[in-house]
């Protein structure tokens, strides 16, 4: 179920990354490492399918938790068309990309309020549910189980997001960490059996592809980055 509180919490703690960091990695909380920031974002474009597509040639995606329009950036740096919408929690991210990519179209709220049934041919979430901050564990599983179907609702083809892996020798307490295998067997038992598990990059998160019935199978039109 949505839980407002966790939405307000992600909401503050966002908003001071991007108030100490500006419109960075560290900004929207990935680090230094903008090589790290950018290959999570190479990933959630690789949710793509070529012809798998409502519309084949600009493709409408979602990005939840856009933060200041980077993934954006990113397609259209690798020739990638689409038509994109942000929506992100903070509104000072949310204005900047408005200001930066004034040709995609930015929201500022909450996903659960925001999204129609298929309204969009993809939708992805890069980061939003590798956090938990202080939320405990059991109300952050039924906050990420709900976003992901609200996500799934909303898409017309299929979805992307990454978690943080329980794969590690450490852990952060303020991070949220999932098993890769149970994670996965839930979406294919309470999303659907089209799926698939990117575990391969050298990191402590992985990538979930997560695909309606008739739009599994196609070839993918991005290639990941190691």
């Known amino acids: 179920m949505n839980n407002p509180e966790i939405s307000a919490k992600l909401q503050r703690h966002y908003a001071a990354c991007f108030r100490d960091h500006g419109a960075t990695a560290q900004g929207v909380d990935w680090g230094r490492d903008t090589d790290r920031h950018l290959a999570s974002q190479r990933r959630m474009l690789n949710v793509l399918r070529n012809g798998e597509t409502a519309s084949p040639l600009r493709p409408s995606l979602l990005d939840v938790g856009c933060g200041y329009g980077h993934l954006y950036a990113t397609a259209s740096a690798l020739s990638i068309p689409l038509d994109y919408h942000g929506i992100d929690l903070c509104s000072d991210m949310i204005e900047r990309a408005r200001a930066t990519h004034p040709s995609a179209t930015w929201h500022v709220g909450d996903l659960f309020g925001f999204a129609k049934p298929r309204s969009f041919d993809y939708v992805v979430s890069n980061g ?50 999932k098993n890769p295998i149970e994670f996965l067997a839930w979406c294919m038992e309470a999303v659907t059996p089209c799926v698939r598990l990117d575990h391969s990059y050298r990191a402590f998160d992985y990538t979930l592809y997560l695909y309606r019935d008739e739009a599994f199978g196609a070839v993918g039109r991005t290639e990941a980055l190691p």
């Open 128 to 177: 939003v549910l590798t956090q938990k901050l202080d939320v405990s564990f059991p109300s952050m599983d039924r906050y990420a189980r709900a976003l992901v179907q609200t996500m799934f609702a909303a898409c017309r083809c299929g979805i992307a997001f990454n978690l943080m892996t329980t794969r590690v020798n450490f852990t952060q307490p303020h991070l949220y960490y």
